[in-house]
């Protein structure tokens, strides 16, 4: 469980998240963590819920993920000649349910499926004084699935130096954070951490533009005895730019989405809140040890940099370069489902198109998987089925208002429940719902509850 790194250890060496983009860190030598030691600590399981709602204009909606964590304390090290520590996560039992009134329960999702999508375990660094650096995954995961375990990694990040300001940075900014303490007892603390927008050095905002940005965010943060009690907190990101254009997105502890807005005079905000809270703690002996190729997992920040966004275009180009057309992947893919190096050159491409759009001169990927998905979409052979369904994870992934209706609009065609139920999946996964698609979701909840009354 995350805490104090082992106190006899000293040694030499910014979700819910990524910010502006989720890309490969591309740190130097001091951005290396090096574990030097198993840990012995216990492996402790938590709850975590979180609520976000956004409101542009007068669209509102709501998003709820819950879940459970379970951290394992996985070696010591060093990061940046600090001493260190690495955890690693297992979700279980995820639920996820999206909705656009506050007023309706909405709908659960709650499948095979969903955890299936989550069940990659993944890790992230945390140095002696409380600071979460680093964030460790798999390189081909949905950039929505990182981003909700980015937030959840921040969740843990807390200040044992007790210090009554400290620069911090997390998945909306860095910033500098003040504290204040309370000790009810010997090694306990229970931290209260606020930031507001005066004391934001480094936004979610364009940099270059310097657009204004409002954050306000309050948080709770409980450790006792070098292992998180619990963590919860409220945060609220604003953007305002009358007669503007300008591209948003934020990610906090609170959310388990990235929101990429257009705004003209129309102000964006979106208010997050959630809870972690640990359950128990079990015997790291007689926990099963889940095996984890940490050797094959991609580093990042929470807070990603405009450096990142540069590296993000050179990888573009080089995956490019290797694949000018993505449809001779597609139709090895189609030979060979198994083909997990073409499955993940189409999933990067799509990934990274979705931020910075196609390069110039390339047929956007969107549309070979687009034209793909329609050479298949009416067979009903197994095989064709199964390449419909990774077809849906490209189009969520990419997550552009075209590939949301089409995942529309095969949830109202397709017939199989089965296949109904991954694409609801993978529609909830989307990163950024556009308002245009709301009353399209909550005509689609209305219809699953008549259906399943009657």
Known sequence: MPGKPHPTRVLPSVALACVAVFMVCQGGAKEEYTPTEACSKDTCLYSYSATLVKVMGETESRLRVSTSV????????????????????????????????LD?????????????????????????????????????????????KKGIA???????????????????????????YETPGEDHVIMYRTVDSENVMQSAVNEENEKPIGIQKSEVVEYKKGVLQSSSGTVKVTVSGPGQ???????????????????????????GKYTLKL????????????????????????????????HGYFEMAQ???????????????????TDTSAGNHVRSILRLEAKNGPLPGTVPAITEVMDYLSLVSNSSSEKDTEMRVLLYSFL????????????????????????????TVQLAFVANIHPDMLSEIENLIVSSNDTTDA
């Open 70 to 101: 379970r951290a394992m304390c996985e070696s010591v090290g060093t990061f940046d000649e600090l001493q260190a520590t690495r955890y690693c996560i297992d979700l279980e039992n995820t639920m996820i349910s999206p909705q656009q009134d």
């Open 104 to 148: 309706e329960e909405g709908s659960d999702v709650n499948t095979e499926e969903t955890n299936e999508l989550l069940k990659e375990p993944f890790c992230f660094i945390q140095t002696s004084d409380g600071k979460i650096v680093l964030v460790q995954h798999n390189h081909d995961e949905m950039t929505s699935v990182v981003n909700m």
């Open 154 to 180: 921040a969740a843990f990040q807390g200040n044992f130096k007790q210090t009554a300001e400290e620069v911090e940075e997390d998945t909306q900014s860095k910033h500098v954070s003040q504290y204040r």
């Open 245 to 271: 254009t300008e591209q948003f997105s934020y990610q906090s502890a609170a959310d388990s989405v990235t929101y990429d807005e257009s705004f003209g005079s129309n102000e964006l905000s979106g208010t």
């Open 279 to 310: 359950q128990k703690c079990s015997h790291k002996s007689s926990v099963a040890k889940r095996n984890v190729n940490i050797l094959e997992f991609t580093k990042s920040r929470l807070h990603v940099t405009s450096e990142e966004e540069k």
């Open 319 to 337: 995956l490019r370069k290797e694949a000018p057309s993505i449809k001779p992947l597609l139709l090895r893919l189609h030979n060979n489902l």
């Open 396 to 423: 969520s992934a990419e997550g552009s208002i075209d590939s949301q209706k089409a995942l529309m609009n095969a949830i109202q065609t397709t017939k199989d429940q089965k296949e109904r139920n991954t694409l």
